[in-house]
């Protein structure tokens, strides 16, 4: 994810001027686009494949852009971590999450796992645990069906990070880490706190079929989220060929093309919840 950007993160450095006008354009965008109502969260299932059953959902965020179309995150995150606005972006997909949840609930078709991308500046910020407990007394939420998905590549002090993930434990809001086995620092942060789920980055699952290197490092994965009483969670599983091999390693719950991509809320509750009445 690279953007002139993000090199290091720092306030204070001064960018050209032409970065700044486009800075400056794509804050006005986002303000604009949220006011508009724009962003929609769509929903990825979650599939138990021992079961067949369906295990939950990843929500992740799309742009409508009036004259530019359905935008991907990976064309405005990055930027949105840039210029901050990644704080109100998410302050708002957490909000509809909940939202949805409840709406679900009244419906009796509630998710029991519902998974959202927390990006590290919003992990950091400081305001998470509060945001989230508001929420979940607001919206009369069961905490213990909300995930919260964190990147392992979070640019902050290991005690910080610990007691951050154990105030939203308190809670009873579940963690998850993404993109596992592609982070630096990994193993600091794992052994002295039990997260509840390790997303096995897709990376590894898509060499899994071609390369028996790879397989074994998913093998590995599994065994590692096992050790460290996490579920593991993989992603990108793209062919019925993936999903057999994935199931040899013991794994049980999957996402990916597979079985669908991300779809809008409606669409999703009438594929899958509305199903098990
Ligand atoms: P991620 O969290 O690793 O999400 C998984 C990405 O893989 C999603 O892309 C999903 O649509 C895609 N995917 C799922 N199954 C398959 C598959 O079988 N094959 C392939 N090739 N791709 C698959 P998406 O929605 O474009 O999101 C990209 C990234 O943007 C996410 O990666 C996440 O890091 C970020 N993101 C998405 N929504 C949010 C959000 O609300 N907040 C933040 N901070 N980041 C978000
Ligand atoms: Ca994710
Ligand atoms: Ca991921
Ligand atoms: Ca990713």
């Known amino acids: 994810k690279n953007t002139p950007f993000s090199s290091d993160g720092k306030k204070n450095m001064n ?19 949220m006011r508009a109502d724009e962003f929609k969260l769509y929903y990825q299932p979650q599939i138990n494949v021992k ?5 939950g959902a990843e929500a992740l965020i799309r742009w409508h852009h009036p004259e530019r179309g359905v935008l991907y995150p990976d064309s405005f995150i990055p930027q949105a971590e840039y210029s901050g606005q990644i704080i109100d972006i998410e302050r708002w997909t957490l909000g509809r999450l909940f939202r949805q949840q409840a709406e679900w609930q009244e419906q009796g078709e509630e998710l029991t796992n519902i998974a959202l991308n927390i990006s590290g500046n919003h992990f950091v910020h400081g305001s998470l645990v509060t945001e989230t407990a508001h929420l979940t007394h607001s919206y009369q939420i069961d905490p213990s069906y909300i995930t919260l998905e964190l990147t392992e590549r979070i640019n902050t002090e290991l005690d910080v990070w610990v007691s951050q993930v154990s105030m939203l434990q308190d809670i009873g809001i579940k963690i998850s880490i993404d993109d596992f086995g592609t982070g630096f620092n990994t193993m600091a942060h794992l052994v002295d706190v039990n997260v509840d789920f390790l997303k096995i980055d897709q990376s590894f699952i898509k ?29 990108g599983i793209e062919s019925q060929e993936a999903l057999h091999l994935y199931q040899q390693t013991g794994g049980q719950i999957v996402q990916g093309y597979h079985y669908s991509e991300a779809i809008q809320a409606q669409e999703f509750q009438n594929q899958y919840l509305s199903l098990e009445k």
Request: glycine share 4%; net charge neutral; no cysteine.
């Open 15 to 33: 960018p050209p001027a032409s970065v700044s006008a486009l800075k400056l354009s794509f804050s006005d965008e986002v303000k604009r686009a």
């Open 51 to 55: 079961t067949g059953e369906l295990f």
């Open 207 to 235: 060499k899994m079929t071609s390369d028996n290197r790879a397989f074994k490092v998913v093998q590995s994965l599994v065994q590692m989220a096992e050790t460290l009483g996490a579920v593991p969670v993989a992603e």
